[in-house]
């Protein structure tokens, strides 16, 4: 079993859907939860971070981590075509340099 | 933005060649990575380092070597290319701050591909 479980999709989507990503994990020494957003050809950029469990909320992003069930989300509210890209979530102990990725989950949204 | 660059973006080049793939960092991260990224996979890291004169192999074996002689500098090279070497390399970096390891800011990769 992966440390990090992500459905890779693809999940296809109306604009204007919210849309759920989620990850599972075993390692209950996570405390550091990220997801980064990933378009084709490029390099994975930070949309948010999170130390332990609770929501966090930036614009159409919310992530939310329940610790006791080993699981993590982020939801898109109003989703857009520009959205469409792969999702990676990844998570790290307190102390270590060294995060653990998902495979990332590819999201369509189509006009 | 992250201030973190990666040359070349795309590479093609004949097997048994030599080649360096650059990354380089403006932030002054102390911690920087490396990682193979094929297409609908997940991120393997192969190298890392904690600071100057540190270099660490991550999970993923491979056949490259890494150097860390200045902080914003941290090339990776591969003495004899193959095809299985054909992938997408990432470089990241990150920090302590205030007794945390920050998140990781990534570059926008090397497309290799090796024929």
């Known amino acids: 079993q992966k440390e990090v479980e992500q459905d890779p999709g693809p999940l296809s989507v109306p604009e204007g859907a919210i849309v759920s990503l989620n990850c599972t994990y075993s390692?209950?020494?996570?405390?550091?939860f990220m997801w980064y957003r990933q378009y084709s050809r490029k390099g994975p950029e930070l949309l948010m971070y999170?130390?332990?469990?609770g929501n966090k909320e930036d614009g159409r992003f919310t992530a939310q981590v329940d610790k006791s069930s080993k699981y993590i989300s982020l939801f898109i509210r109003d989703s857009q075509p520009s959205d469409s890209a792969t999702y990676l979530c990844a998570m790290k102990s307190g102390g270590s340099y060294i995060p653990t990725f998902g495979r990332g989950t590819s999201l369509i949204v189509h006009p | 933005e992250a201030d973190i660059y990666q040359t070349p973006r795309y590479l093609v080049i004949g097997t048994g060649k030599k080649i360096t793939l650059e990354c380089s960092q403006t932030?002054?991260?102390?911690?920087m990575y490396w990682y193979q990224q094929d297409p609908g996979m997940e991120l393997h890291l192969i190298h890392y380092?904690?600071?100057?004169?540190?270099?660490e192999k991550g999970d993923l074996s491979s056949e490259s070597t890494v150097s860390r002689i200045r902080t914003e500098h941290f090339p990776l090279t591969l003495e004899s290319a193959r095809p299985s070497h054909t992938s997408q390399y990432l470089c990241a970096s990150s920090e302590w701050d205030r007794g945390v390891n920050t998140e990781a800011f990534f570059g926008q990769g090397t497309r290799l591909t090796v024929v």
């Open positions: 999170t130390y332990s469990s």
């Open positions: 932030m002054g991260h102390d911690k």
């Open positions: 380092s904690y600071g100057v004169n540190s270099t």
């Open positions: 390692n209950s020494a996570f405390q550091y």
